[in-house]
């Protein structure tokens, strides 16, 4: 079992920036990728940002050049820095950790919302 928690949501303006972090517990030992998505009121949960053993990342195109992923190198935690905030950057942000062969997530934490308002 891999336990997820996230922290750094808020209230930023548009064109702020915030740092969102996301603890990981348990059998981290296992984990071979986590990654970020998020999910918007009437949407469905998109990706965001991903990173893998290796250090390969992955990055929607809607958040290429502003946002950041990257990971402690025992996978004790996961990062995403977020720069030039946008209102449609709104949402509910959720860390996921990959452990087994298979293609789909298998942990995920509780969210922590994302308010880009001015």
């Known amino acids: 079992q891999v336990h997820l928690v996230e922290s750094g949501g808020g209230l930023v303006q548009p064109g702020g920036s915030l740092r969102l972090s996301c603890a990981a517990s348990g059998s981290i030992v296992l984990i071979n990728a986590m990654g970020w998505y998020r999910q918007s009121p009437g949407k469905e949960r998109e990706l965001v940002a991903t990173i893998t053993n290796s250090g390969s990342v992955n990055y929607a195109d809607s958040v290429k050049g502003r946002f950041t992923i990257s990971r402690h190198s025992a996978w004790y935690a996961v990062y995403l820095q977020m720069n030039t905030l946008k209102p449609e950057d709104t949402a509910v942000y959720y860390c996921?950790?990959?452990?087994?062969?298979?293609?789909?997530?298998?942990?995920w934490g509780q969210g922590t919302q994302i308010t880009v308002s001015s």
């Open positions: 996921c950790a990959h452990v087994g062969g298979g293609t789909s997530w298998d942990y």
